[in-house]
């Protein structure tokens, strides 16, 4: 049971997902937008954290939240990692985080979209301009991981993109406790 200053874990499915093969698709970029796309090397944490949050709200995204900053600086900075930002009409309204684990395998980590870029036609083409990114390195695979918790489609889009299940699991994720909101809102 949860108490009042920490919410009560929530139970997720995940599923594991992974494609060997770039998508065959292309898309348009969707008219009368304004976008950018810009890799963001050495991204700040506090920036990221603001990405990661305006993404990851409403999907129970926490896990880089907890996070120290030096911890966290230490996985952005990494060579391995890429952290691209989508701009809409000159805000930012999206992001995506790759890491390349090695040579043969590439792990799509984040992606997704600020609330106010929702229901502009972006989601699909975004994530295609995603997978190009991914597999400009030339990997042999392709991962990326979601659960029941995140967009109502986003297993079906992943699919209709060309990654395949390899695997379930049940887990639990411990939402952000008001100390930890707090705490966050302190930082920034």
Known sequence: ?????????????????????????????PVNIQTAIMRVPGVPT?????????VGRRWHWVERLRMDDEVLAEILNDRRTNVTVLYVEGAPAGFFELFQRNAERTELVHFGLFEHALGLGLGKW?????????????????????????????LQLYQMFGFSPVSTREATILPLSDAELLELARRS
């Open 1 to 29: 049971m949860a108490s009042r200053n920490q919410p009560a874990p929530i139970p997720v499915h995940i599923t594991e997902l992974r494609m060997s093969a770039p998508p065959k698709q292309s898309l348009p970029v």
């Open 46 to 54: 506090a920036f990221y954290r603001f990405l990661y949050t305006q």
């Open 126 to 154: 975004f994530l295609l301009q995603t997978l190009y990114a991914a597999w400009s390195t030339d990997p042999t695979s392709l991962s990326v991981t979601t659960n029941n918790l995140d967009h109502p489609r986003a």
